[in-house]
């Protein structure tokens, strides 16, 4: 697995389709940007060994949460709302993690959803296996980025977009062990003048987005490295989710 690249791809609503980061079998951060399909698929094709981390569901839920609460009900008939969800999100949700929920027809998906799921078959045209199947030179998995962030922080994070967020999410990952520089460096860049300005080093933090998708590539990076480390929730006729976590907490909050 030496010259494994592990790649994290988060779905964006901008002129290019996708963002993504690829670390090395050393946690170095080897690249990070933006592309659309035709150039993510390019870049794909060419690996030898990749495992690839996707931001997003891999298929529609197939009504196993209703299933599930149906049989537990004792009232039959009960009619069950707010419940068009799949199993992992379902899972998620009762561990305090709040995501967004996958309806059961495509056509009624988010557009972020919807180009993941081309992704996905881009990936099986590719000849890229799911993670859950026997190894392959190349492989697939879905994460999610909030999902990942609560459950390295043990704690519900600041929002993503507000400096704190980000700063949290960066240390986080540096902490665990990403070859990206230590957000505690910006605090060593302010000084009282700068703060009064208004002129903040943000150049020393990653955005929003590259964050999602540098935990996304760290999660699949343990996916391989260290196995026993992830965790799996979900239901796999429906779709799995991988976390970079051995054991979830009962309640995140």
Known sequence: MKNTLFIGIDPTSGTKEFGYAVVDANLNLVKIANADMDELADFLANQESAVVAINSPAQVNKGLVKKHLENINESPGHSFRGVDMRFSEFELHAHGISIASTPAREELCPSWMQVGFKLYRKLSELNYKSYSAEYNSNVYLETHPYACFCVLLETIPFPKPALEGRLQRQLVLFEHGLKISDAMDFFEEVTRFKLLKGNLPLDTLYGPDQ?????????????????DEVTSIGNKNEGEIILPVKKLMEKYS
């Not at 998708?213 to 490295?225: D, E, I």
């Open 211 to 227: 964050l999602d998708v540098l935990a996304a590539a760290f999660t699949a990076w343990l996916s391989v490295q260290r196995p």
